[in-house]
């Protein structure tokens, strides 16, 4: 099998993207030949049958100039591929579409965002297949698609062997992501008052001046809540710093909307670190532990109250809770196993 990937950013240790890497890394595994085009490529360590390509974002190269570099690289990495895999846009199968047209190649795309776009709906008409991670992540609906889970690396999201008891901060709680609105933050914060043994610490950056004035704005009001030393904004982080924080967290915390698997979820679980949710897509995966798991509405005092709940678990509903989650992750989410279902899916469509 001979893959072309598109994607948008390559670098080992970004602290968005860095999990493209390990995708690639793990696709690798797989596949005969895989090539990379990305709109940027930082600090990569791939295996030797993985070809990367940069359209030159990370050089300050304009839209005409990577146009015309896109154009160069699938004319020349193109040709005898076995499928065209765009990852993560729904603005790359349009892109690819006439050299894919020229040599007779199928083209697949993931897609997990709750976005409905032109761009989509388009790409949806020109692609084979339509990947996604579970059937609230496309809300595009489509005979094309295909739910087939999300890729989660639990040889790095583990549960830390060394961690001692009394290593653990208990207490503590993590939040994991992009620091921007949708993903309720400033609720979470409004809730620490009444969870007087909480600390929060927020892993993750903000990535448009939208997120930045956001960002802004709960520095502002920790400081009227007197929040100052129980709330931590650990920046972005590579993805093994991101795993040290979970494995330290007593808890993670996610509310954002119903509407696809989180991913950050899902590494917390893989993690052996208890999540917490609002999305009810996660009910299935909490099971017997949705009362305590799920919130059920994003009001400050329900989430308070959920988060006391959770730190009141006895240490052996704690470990079962912990062992439930993480047994779960390895059954159904690994990134080898994801990785096979989307090399099965490219089998079916060869020529």
Same mark, same amino acid.
């Given at each position: 099998?001979?893959?072309?990937?598109?994607?948008? +950013?390559?670098?080992?240790?970004?602290?968005?993207?860095? =999990?493209?890497?390990?995708?690639?890394?793990?696709?690798?595994?797989?596949?005969?030949?895989?090539?990379?085009i990305a709109f940027s490529?930082?600090?990569?360590?791939?295996?030797?049958?993985?070809?990367?390509?940069?359209?030159?974002?990370? @050089?300050?190269?304009?839209?005409?100039?990577?146009?015309?570099?896109?154009?160069?690289?699938?004319?020349?990495?193109?040709?005898?591929?076995?499928? %065209?895999?765009? +990852?993560?846009?729904?603005?790359?199968?349009?892109?690819?579409?006439?050299?894919?047209?020229?040599?007779?190649? &199928?083209?697949?795309?993931?897609?997990?965002?709750?976005?409905?776009?032109?761009?989509?709906r388009l790409s949806e008409?020109?692609?084979?297949?339509?990947?996604?991670?579970?059937?609230?992540?496309?809300?595009?609906?489509?005979?094309?698609?295909?739910?087939?889970? +999300?890729?989660?690396?639990?040889?790095?999201?583990? &549960?830390?062997?060394?961690?001692?008891?009394?290593?653990?901060?208990?207490?503590?709680?993590?939040?994991?992501?992009?620091?921007?609105?949708?993903?309720?933050? +400033?609720?979470?914060?409004?809730?620490?008052? $009444?969870?007087?043994?909480?600390?929060?610490?927020?892993?993750?950056?903000?990535?448009?001046?939208?997120?930045?004035?956001?960002?802004?704005?709960?520095?502002?009001?920790?400081?009227?809540?007197?929040?100052?030393?129980?709330?931590? =904004? $650990?920046?972005?982080?590579? &993805?093994?710093?991101?795993?040290?924080?979970?494995?330290?967290?007593? %808890?993670?915390?996610?509310?954002?909307?119903?509407?696809?698997?989180?991913?950050?979820?899902?590494?917390?679980?893989?993690?052996?670190?208890?999540?917490?949710? =609002?999305?009810?897509?996660?009910? &299935?995966?909490?099971?017997?532990?949705?009362?305590?798991?799920?919130?059920?509405?994003?009001?400050?005092?329900?989430?308070?109250?959920?988060?006391?709940?959770? @730190?009141?678990?006895?240490?052996?509903?704690?470990?079962?809770?912990?062992?439930?989650?993480? $047994?779960?992750?390895?059954?159904?989410?690994?990134?080898?196993?994801?990785?096979?279902?989307?090399?099965?899916?490219?089998?079916?469509?060869?020529?």
């Amino acid at each position: 099998m001979k893959v072309l990937m598109m994607t948008q +950013h390559l670098e080992k240790d970004h602290w968005l993207l860095g =999990f493209i890497h390990t995708w690639v890394a793990e696709l690798a595994q797989q596949v005969e030949q895989l090539a990379v085009i990305a709109f940027s490529v930082g600090k990569i360590d791939l295996p030797h049958n993985v070809a990367a390509f940069s359209l030159g974002k990370e @050089l300050g190269l304009g839209r005409v100039a990577r146009a015309q570099r896109l154009a160069y690289l699938l004319g020349i990495a193109l040709p005898g591929k076995d499928v %065209f895999f765009s +990852h993560l846009s729904d603005t790359y199968p349009l892109l690819a579409a006439p050299f894919c047209w020229r040599w007779g190649i &199928p083209m697949t795309m993931w897609y997990t965002h709750r976005s409905v776009t032109w761009r989509l709906r388009l790409s949806e008409k020109l692609v084979q297949r339509i990947y996604t991670a579970s059937p609230e992540s496309l809300q595009l609906q489509s005979r094309k698609s295909r739910v087939l889970g +999300h890729g989660i690396d639990t040889r790095l999201f583990a &549960p830390k062997q060394k961690l001692q008891q009394n290593e653990l901060k208990f207490g503590q709680i993590v939040s994991v992501g992009r620091i921007t609105p949708i993903k309720n933050l +400033h609720l979470l914060i409004e809730a620490l008052p $009444a969870v007087p043994q909480a600390q929060l610490v927020l892993v993750g950056a903000p990535a448009l001046p939208s997120d930045e004035r956001y960002q802004a704005q709960l520095q502002t009001r920790i400081v009227e809540l007197g929040l100052q030393e129980r709330v931590i =904004f $650990a920046g972005g982080c590579s &993805p093994d710093q991101t795993a040290a924080y979970y494995q330290a967290a007593q %808890f993670s915390v996610n509310l954002a909307p119903t509407g696809g698997l989180d991913k950050v979820v899902l590494e917390s679980m893989a993690c052996g670190t208890p999540a917490l949710a =609002f999305n009810r897509t996660f009910a &299935p995966l909490f099971a017997e532990h949705t009362p305590v798991l799920q919130i059920p509405s994003l009001s400050p005092s329900q989430i308070a109250q959920q988060l006391k709940q959770a @730190l009141a678990l006895s240490a052996e509903t704690y470990q079962q809770v912990a062992a439930h989650q993480r $047994a779960r992750v390895l059954a159904d989410y690994s990134l080898p196993a994801l990785m096979h279902k989307l090399c099965s899916e490219f089998a079916q469509l060869r020529p």
